[in-house]
Structure formats: structure tokens, C-alpha cells
């Protein structure tokens, strides 16, 4: 088979890894640098070009999509998808888990548990938002953000009223999210891979952060989830249709919560903590996928 790594820098860690497992079990990689690739729609004509010249002959995609080009990015992805391509994470699929409110709806929608949130357009009545999700502390998040930017943890009602103004002073809308103050600022990263977990991880913040991003200085070890944690992480990836997922959630008095469902989730951490070779274990999704998909209607 010939499968193509979709990202904007062959050096980094992830795409390193999935090219070397593609080519470990026999087939031939490319790298594509979506952000550069030009799409041509004509009727029943789907075409890409990229380095002026037509994408052809490809069996599937592994799309790692950066948030800065989350549209752009989906749009490729969309059209290799009428061009009957396999990809490991459908267009839809990234574009619900990008934008945190509208997969906080379907998680909920779905009867995932998820920590109580709020969201309102530039609202002038910020004391009533607060205490909509228990009073402070609170989680302020801006609606797109990764590894931990754009989120803030607001002690005190006048803390989370100032941070609250000052976004919406930005034209930013925000979500306004309950504290779980007994996860200690630690976090389960769940990976999932078709409906399996493969592999997962405690992340724990450093001293003084409530954020247990690796990026931002976290430490990581190896766990076995539970079986209400395993459920929880496998019901969250179905319900956003994210067949290749990172899926962390925190622990509370009420139960594993749901906070986030990564469509390019990073291998580094994982695979480092772990020592499982995930990058072999998406190749392989790919083998065990591409035979019974190769009918599938594709929807736009």
C-alpha cells in the first residue's frame, strides 16, 4: 500500500514514527504537507495537486492536523475522502473534536460525563455564569485551544469576572467549566486506536499548575485504566467519530469525566511512558480497516 502521513513537518516525533511503521511493515510512506496542497473540485472530478502536480495512487491518509489549520487541513482531508481514499480520522470527525463546545454537546448528547460548563455570547451577567457551575474556582477556556494555551484557572469570583471581561473585551468567546478540585491537577490520557485502548497514561502537573500538559512541564506514568475509565474513554471517541483518539479525562467524586477528545494526538509521550509502539498499531488499524471500507459511501 502507499500511505501518506498528512503533516506540516516531516522532523516532528509523531510523523518520524508513523513513516518508519509504515515502512516496517512493507508499504511505501510519503509525507504531505497539507497546508501546501491545492484542491481542484470539478463534478465527479475530485483532485489534488501538490507541488503543481496530481496526488494519485493513494490507499490511505494517517491526517495529523495542527489547530492552526484545522479548516484548511480538513478540506484536504475531506477531498481525499471523495477520492475514495481510507483515512484513520474523517474530516467531520476533526472538526467536532477541534471546537470544544460543539463536542462537549454531542459528549453530552451521547451521556458521556463531562464537567459542568456553561457558554454565553458576551453576556454582561458574569456573576450568574460563575455560580451556574458551582461558584470559584472556575476553568476559563477559549472555544479552540491545545496542550493546555488558552486556559485559565480563576481562584476567586473577582479573578474569574476580570479573565471573563477581559477575553470578552477581545471579542473571545469562552467557556466557563466547574473546578474538579479532588483530580489534583492530574489528568488520564487514554489512546485509542479503532475500539481499543492501546496504551495510557497519568499526567501529573508540575508544582503550582493545574495543567497536566507534557508541553507545559507535567510528568507521565504508565496505568491500566479501570473498567469504568476504559468505558468512558471509548464511549467518548465513538460518539465524535474519532477512530484514532487521544482521550483524557479526570477524576472525580462522581466519576471519570470527560475533558477533551484529541483527533492528532501526539505519540512522544505516550509511546515514551508506555514503551507501546503506537505509531505500529495505527499501520496495522490501517491494514485491518482498508478491505471493509473500501465499499463505504463517503459523506461530505
Do not use: W
Not at 38 to 58: D, F, R, S, T
Not at 87 to 103: C, D, F, G, H
Not at 157 to 170: D, N
Not at 184 to 206: C, E, H, L, P, S
Amino acid at each position: 500500500m502507499k500511505i501518506a502521513v498528512l503533516s506540516t513537518n516531516p522532523k516532528l516525533y509523531s510523523t518520524k514514527r508513523l513513516v518508519e511503521a509504515i515502512r516496517t511493515h512493507g508499504h511505501e510512506a510519503l509525507v504531505i504537507n497539507h497546508a501546501l496542497c491545492h484542491v481542484m473540485i470539478e463534478e465527479e472530478k475530485p483532485v489534488i495537486l501538490y507541488k503543481n502536480k496530481a496526488v494519485e495512487g493513494i490507499d490511505a491518509i494517517i491526517p495529523r492536523i495542527g489547530a492552526s489549520v484545522t479548516d484548511y487541513g480538513c478540506a484536504v482531508v475531506r477531498q481525499f475522502e471523495m477520492m475514495k481514499v481510507f483515512t484513520t480520522v474523517k474530516s467531520q470527525a476533526i472538526m467536532r473534536s477541534r471546537n470544544k463546545l460543539r463536542s462537549l454537546q454531542i459528549l453530552s448528547k451521547a451521556g458521556v460525563q463531562i464537567p459542568k460548563t456553561v457558554f454565553a455570547n458576551q453576556t454582561k451577567d458574569i456573576d450568574s455564569l460563575i455560580h451556574l457551575v458551582g461558584g470559584p474556582p472556575v476553568i476559563i477556556k477559549l472555544l479552540e485551544g491545545t496542550q493546555g494555551v488558552g486556559v485559565v484557572l480563576a481562584e476567586s469570583e473577582s479573578a474569574a469576572k476580570s479573565t471573563i471581561e477581559a477575553f470578552y473585551g477581545l471579542k473571545t468567546n469562552v467557556l466557563i467549566q466547574e473546578y474538579i478540585k479532588e483530580s489534583k491537577g492530574a489528568d488520564i490520557r487514554a489512546f485509542v486506536v479503532g475500539n481499543k485502548i492501546v496504551a495510557a497514561m497519568k499526567r501529573q502537573g508540575k508544582a503550582g499548575d493545574f495543567r497536566s500538559n507534557l508541553h507545559r512541564g507535567g510528568k507521565a506514568t504508565p496505568i491500566l485504566l479501570t473498567q469504568q475509565e476504559e468505558k468512558a474513554a471509548l464511549q467518548a471517541a465513538k460518539a465524535l467519530g474519532v477512530r484514532v483518539a487521544g482521550v483524557d479525562m479526570i477524576l472525580s467524586n462522581r466519576g471519570p469525566m470527560i475533558m477533551e477528545v484529541n483527533s492528532s494526538p501526539g505519540l512522544e509521550g505516550i509511546e515514551n511512558c508506555t514503551g507501546v509502539n503506537v505509531a505500529d498499531l495505527i499501520v496495522s488499524f490501517i491494514e485491518e480497516k482498508i478491505p471493509a471500507d473500501e465499499n463505504d459511501t463517503i459523506g461530505v
